[in-house]
């Protein structure tokens, strides 16, 4: 019986590492370096099972490297401050920091079960006073390059708790607030913004990283970059008022259109709204805006809801054809995209179509369809090809073919001051303040004669006062504490106010790779010379819901710390890998409400941590995930089982037989190549079921007995080391008990012989016309003529060609014959 004891030998070698310093990383100009980095836990309290299946993963890829003669720097960390830790204080009557703290000290002991490679000394956390204090200092230099602004924005506010809410606070389809129940409005605060916009071509620009093609697509699409013109609309015959007018600005990337604007569209938050809404219109006005103000902008734009709107009772004028058009308000156009206003063009935009077909608009066709005539009659639908067709109803330009429409409409529109070529982004400036009181306290300081000051850098940190009391209704406690409300002008030392939002937490994971570097630096945000050598990261690992928001934030903050002199390069990481989600098994999303959360503490005291490993790189693709499976992870434990009873195992050769001997030394040398390429390609799962194969090949050794000394030690030493970044515990284990030097992981990858992974035979697969109709067995260099003659002599293959020569025969060298009859 097997005397495998995870629960007693994981917490020794874990000790043993720890003592001897063995995943300390420190500079070492004579190794190449690898930055390996996985996406830092938010301290919940718990590492729950998708923890494990991001990190171990990531862990192995990181130790794979280390084999293969990089310095590899791995470090972990804590996304500590955060929404939660608030909604603890107020729902378990405790403070942030203590639930915080509490929660990492519990989580560091449940990473260090993992038996990751992680330099603990190298920790960072986001809401140590040394960790903000350079999260500040970054707020203050984006201030000082123009990169930082301050600016009214909409929050989501509930008018019950008299308290702004973060996204997740608003619930439901009717968006109420989730204390109260309160239907959630919109309102207007000066918040503080970082300029992300200045960066939207150059983040367009994925030349210099390694990053999967989905993650890019995203983020393509996020920043949403249009070609096309600025139109200036202006107002006509305002409140009967000929000589008041006021000018509209809309963006379209479809000029060669504005023939067939015949009505326009504002956001209903425009700030022209108020002011152009005729006095019969304003209850109706106001009713909708309101109605609006309560809906989320992913809602609002929506192509699968009813269009709605209300006419404001204004008209403008379009520039140029003259025409008398209508202005309306609708929620599906949003203040954050152009200019919060549009031309309609009802005959070539579905969503225009649709609208004014409701509300009984004019649709004017100004682009005419190959083949379509006026007899044909009005359009039933809008027509939006951007390549086809040719302009009508357009003055001058009647007959332009589409292709070259737009470029002489937009020369045009500037020959006659009307227009001009405009590039535009839907990416947004990164809107950073937060009403919040567990954040990073935003260093501004309100005087009443200096207006906004950043605080002096030997002020830094600002603080957050722990004495604070928490309102049931969430609302921040910094404005109500009197001593950090309350302070001097830096300049002018009189009387003034700090600013008592703090910043987004992205803001916080936005650098926090670089603080890796030197976490107790109180000169720099990270030591210039472990900066020199360790960056930028070379691997990144983490989920792919972050492609739009930290990963371009990270993006951004690189740029900008370029810009400041601090790095000399433009990407954060030059490769990045997604891993997909573990479900429940039932094949749903977990979590406690639906009863399939799975306990990663319970299944390392039932397994240990090295099959939980090793099932975690094995059940599934990384990238994709999937389902739980409790029978599952069996397999690994008897894998692992195995690989202890071979390595124990007191070989004693009974009768060499040459074919044996030379198979497992084949079989040897073949999982060599094949774990290395797929750790190579984050191919765990494969890599294991290799493992597993080469297991049964030694397996059977051990029990013939009938390789040489020298091949059954080359397969369990190699086999031990193919399986150490998976299972780091027992194969240390098995490394010392079978006399060799600690650390198995201070060890070089296995090289394999490509002579001696050569096949001796090989079978082929014979197909007929693409269906399989046998099987041959052939030496591994015979020449592709005598594959096609071995398969053409196939009695299987002859009997489905029906007498008839085969039009063409294909050979897959060492893999199939594909006859074509």
Not at 279 to 288: G, K, N, R, S
Not at 375 to 384: H, S
Request: charged share 25%; proline share 6%.
């Amino acid at each position: 019986m097997s005397d495998y004891n995870p629960q007693q030998l994981e917490p020794k070698w874990q000790a043993k590492w720890a003592e001897t310093g063995l995943y300390r990383q420190v500079i070492d100009h004579d190794q190449p370096k690898h930055y390996a980095l996985t996406m830092l836990p938010y301290p919940s309290g718990d590492l729950h099972i998708g923890h494990w299946y991001a990190m171990t993963p990531s862990d192995a890829r990181a130790r794979f490297m280390r084999m293969k003669g990089y310095n590899v720097l791995f470090p972990i960390g804590f996304d500590a401050f955060g929404l939660p830790a608030e909604n603890a204080a107020i729902k378990r009557n405790t403070h942030p920091q203590k639930w915080t703290y509490a929660n990492i000290e519990k989580m560091r002991g449940q990473l260090r079960s993992m038996g990751a490679m992680f330099d603990w000394e190298r920790e960072a956390i986001s809401s140590d006073p040394s960790y903000y204090r350079w999260t500040q200092w970054f707020f203050k230099k984006l201030v000082e390059m123009g990169l930082a602004y301050r600016a009214m924005a909409a929050v989501d506010f509930c008018p019950n708790c008299n308290t702004t809410l973060a996204r997740e606070q608003v619930w439901g389809d009717d968006r109420h607030c989730e204390r109260c129940g309160t239907p959630v409005i919109k309102k207007d605060l000066e918040q503080w913004f970082f300029k992300t916009t200045d960066y939207a071509e150059e983040l367009l620009d994925f030349s210099q990283i390694n990053w999967p093609e989905r993650v890019k697509v995203m983020q393509t699409n996020w920043i949403g970059k249009s070609t096309g013109a600025d139109v200036v609309f202006k107002t006509s015959d305002f409140l009967e008022k000929s000589d008041v007018s006021y000018d509209i600005p809309i963006f379209t990337t479809r000029p060669d259109t504005l023939w067939g604007a015949t009505f326009m569209v504002m956001a209903p938050e425009h700030p022209l709204v108020d002011k152009i809404t005729t006095p019969e219109q304003v209850d109706a006005v106001l009713q909708y805006r309101e109605q609006a103000q309560r809906m989320s902008d992913i809602d609002r734009e929506s192509a699968d809801r009813e269009k709605t709107g209300v006419f404001t009772g204004a008209y403008a004028v379009n520039p140029v054809n003259q025409a008398r058009i209508p202005i309306w308000v609708a929620d599906y156009v949003l203040m954050g995209y152009g200019f919060g206003a549009i031309m309609a063009v009802p005959a070539h935009d579905e969503r225009d179509f649709e609208f004014a077909t409701k509300y009984g608009l004019d649709i004017a066709e100004v682009i005419r369809r190959p083949g379509r005539t006026d007899e044909d009659g009005p359009l039933t639908e809008a027509y939006t090809s951007k390549t086809e067709g040719y302009m009508i109803n357009s003055a001058e330009f009647d007959g332009t073919p589409i292709n070259e429409a737009i470029e002489k409409v937009t020369a045009w529109l500037e020959e006659q001051g009307v227009g001009k070529a405009a590039v535009n982004y839907r990416l947004r400036d990164w809107l950073i303040s937060r009403q919040r009181y567990w954040g990073a306290p935003i260093p501004i300081i309100y005087c009443p004669d200096h207006g906004a000051v950043t605080a002096p850098d030997e002020a830094l940190p600002i603080l957050l006062p722990e004495d604070v009391e928490f309102m049931p209704t969430g609302e921040s406690p910094l404005k109500l504490h009197e001593e950090f409300l309350h302070t001097t002008c830096p300049i002018c030392q009189k009387p003034s106010l700090r600013e008592t939002d703090t910043m987004d937490t992205f803001m916080c994971s936005s650098w926090y790779q670089y603080r890796y570097l030197s976490p107790q630096d109180s000169e720099h945000p990270f030591d210039p010379a472990e900066g020199d050598y360790w960056l930028p990261v070379d691997q990144y690992t983490g989920g792919i819901e972050h492609a739009t928001m930290h990963l371009i934030y990270t993006r951004f903050f690189t740029k900008a710390m370029r810009e400041m002199g601090l790095v000399d390069f433009d990407e954060p990481m030059l490769a990045l890998h997604n891993q997909g989600m573990v479900l429940g098994e039932d094949n749903e999303k977990m979590s406690k409400s639906r009863g399939n959360v799975i306990a990663p503490d319970d299944l390392v005291q039932q397994f240990g941590a090295d099959t939980v490993r090793a099932y975690l790189m094995f059940f599934t693709r990384w990238d994709q995930g999937g389902p739980w499976n409790y029978d599952g992870i069996k397999g690994p434990q008897r894998l692992l089982n195995d690989v202890w009873s071979a390595a124990t195992h007191e070989y004693a050769l009974q009768q060499v037989n040459a074919d044996a001997d030379r198979a497992l030394r084949r079989k040897t040398h073949q999982v060599i190549r094949k774990v290395g390429a797929d750790f190579e390609g984050f191919a765990f799962n494969t890599a294991v079921a290799a493992i597993m194969e080469h297991r049964n090949s030694i397996r059977e050794a051990q029990e013939k007995q009938n390789v040489t000394l020298a091949s059954w030690n080359e397969a369990i030493d190699n086999l031990l080391l193919l399986l150490a970044p998976i299972a780091p515990h027992i194969t240390e284990e098995l490394w010392a008990r079978r006399g060799h030097e600690y650390s198995i992981h201070q060890q070089a990858w296995p090289q394999w012989d490509a002579d001696m992974a050569k096949e001796d035979v090989i079978t082929l697969v014979v197909q007929v016309n693409g269906k399989v109709r046998d099987r041959i067995e052939a030496a591994a260099d015979t020449p592709d003529e005598a594959l096609k003659a071995l398969a053409l002599a196939s009695e299987n293959v002859q009997r489905h060609l029906d007498g008839r020569e085969p039009r063409k025969v294909i050979v897959v060298k060492g893999k199939l014959v594909n006859v074509v009859k």
